[in-house]
């Protein structure tokens, strides 16, 4: 694994913008640098698969273990007991449905890395239920490994995986529902400014079209809760049978309450006539809940730290119960996102503490310190990288790399694209666009998008109700804001 730096492309910042990272301007002209990339060879990226699979699957058997004792969500995860049922219920799916993404973060230095610690890669925690980055995962990285060449591959199959992914679980949706899905709903909040969410969600909404369902987005706010029926429908007064949101599931059961839950108990439900009068079916489904919820890796440790893949974990436990010797560590809160709540301590030194953002009420857990491969640029700062690892229906299917100053990523950290080095190459280099060709794609009028050089797909609409949509043009994805 190496740091390599490079030229940007011209006009780099405008080029990603046209390829649907809108937010790349809002999180400052560093978010997407163009000057560097990571390069890993084909035996690091076959054992992060490797490692990512071992660690699913001891999450899958830890998901099994909880739902077996539910007293563990209650009394150890902070999750309300109205949601235990639904939790199980959905796990207990045969064939599984109702999951297509998440990802894991990562701690890996590379095999040649200096320090051996950093040799093996070790788990920090599962963004199993509302993961983002999943643009410049899937599709902006890419783009740039065609544009300039920089590698042979790479590990990265993420959009084509999701089509994939919604195929299968949506027809065993329609199994559990018992008709077929008339439309997929797909909801992201008013209430980001910087278009990440709704972008992050369009991609999944392109992904379940392209896999040949109907789809709808909504903003979740628009979703109406009707009271005498106890069911979810949207503006226009149809019922909402399946929907994706890109909204926490904790969120949804402080916000919610207990009705989300109590619809979910009807799911299948029609009657004689064969009308539709159960619930609504959520992707994520409520299992995400023990898997987003840092509480799960002192279940793992416990569970694993003598298994042969435990070697992957860190040892981690609930702050009550961790023992005298652990004096190095990392503190998280349970619920804590985009790195609010974390205290890193060495002894009595504290190495870095971020605002709790309101986040901690919930309890905390401590897990071995294990800071992140430093890197310097060429001027002698440093940074630190950590791995997206997403894993697409079960299986490893990518790697985002998110780069920050300080050894916790926050949300204003630098996305920076990755390559193999080594085999085959696997694609055919394509020219960067010019600046003519950007703002083309940046100010596309509706009329040019019904052309045929220029294919309309969806659209997902930000707080200022302007649609973003998905269009293509040139062999290659873009989303663009419609005037």
Request: hydrophobic letters at 35%; proline letters at 5%; aromatic letters at 12%.
């Amino acid at each position: 694994m190496r740091r390599v730096s490079i030229e940007p492309r011209p006009n780099h910042t405008k080029l990603v913008q046209s390829q649907g990272l809108v937010y790349a301007k809002t999180a400052g002209d560093d978010y997407w640098p163009d000057d560097r990339y990571y390069s890993f060879t084909s035996e690091e990226i076959e054992l992060l698969a490797k490692a990512g699979k071992d660690v699913f699957d001891m999450c899958c058997e830890a998901a099994e273990a909880i739902c077996k004792d539910p007293t563990i969500m209650t009394e150890k995860m902070a999750i309300p007991e109205f949601a235990v049922e639904q939790i199980i219920k959905s796990w207990d799916r045969d064939p599984a449905c109702g999951s297509v993404y998440g990802r894991f973060d990562v701690c890996f230095g590379g095999l040649d890395h200096p320090d051996e610690r950093l040799r093996t890669p070790k788990f920090y925690e599962f963004n199993a239920d509302t993961p983002t980055s999943l643009l410049e995962s899937a599709i902006v990285q890419w783009h740039w490994l065609e544009q300039t060449g920089n590698g042979k591959d790479q590990f990265n199959s993420i959009f084509d995986d999701l089509m994939i992914a919604w195929k299968r679980n949506l027809t065993e949706a329609e199994k559990v529902l018992g008709h077929a899905i008339e439309c997929v709903y797909f909801a992201a909040s008013k209430g980001d400014d910087s278009g990440e969410d709704a972008i992050n969600t369009t991609v999944l909404m392109e992904a379940c079209s392209e896999a040949g369902w109907n789809t709808e987005s909504i903003f979740l706010q628009d979703i109406v809760f009707h009271k005498e029926e106890n069911r979810y429908y949207d503006k226009a007064g149809k019922h909402i049978d399946v929907i994706f949101k890109l909204w926490p599931w904790e969120w949804m059961a402080e916000d919610d309450g207990e009705r989300c839950f109590k619809d979910m108990a009807n799911i299948g439900e029609h009657t004689r006539s064969g009308e539709y009068v159960g619930g609504t079916l959520w992707f994520e489904a409520p299992y995400k809940m023990l898997w987003s919820n840092k509480a799960l890796f002192p279940i793992l440790w416990d569970m694993f730290k003598d298994d042969p893949r435990g070697k992957y974990l860190l040892s981690t436990y609930f702050e009550d119960e961790a023992p005298e010797t652990l004096t190095k560590y990392c503190r998280k809160a349970i619920f804590a996102r985009e790195g609010a709540g974390i205290t890193l301590k060495d002894g009595e030194n504290v190495i870095q503490d971020t605002p709790s953002e309101g986040y901690g009420k919930e309890g905390y857990i401590v897990q071995e310190l294990c800071q992140l491969p430093k890197f310097e640029d060429g001027e002698g700062n440093s940074t630190y990288a950590v791995l997206g690892l997403w894993m697409v229906d079960g299986e490893p299917s990518g790697m985002g790399i998110r780069e920050d100053r300080t050894l916790v990523t926050g949300n204003k950290s630098t996305f920076v694209p990755h390559s193999i080095s080594d085999g085959e190459v696997t694609y055919k280099r394509k020219a960067i666009p010019t600046l003519e060709d950007i703002d083309r794609a940046l100010t596309m009028t509706a009329e040019e998008k019904e052309t045929p050089q220029y294919s309309f797909a969806q659209g997902l609409f930000p707080a200022d109700e302007s649609p973003y949509v998905i269009v293509r043009a040139s062999e290659f994805m873009m989303l663009v804001r419609e005037r």
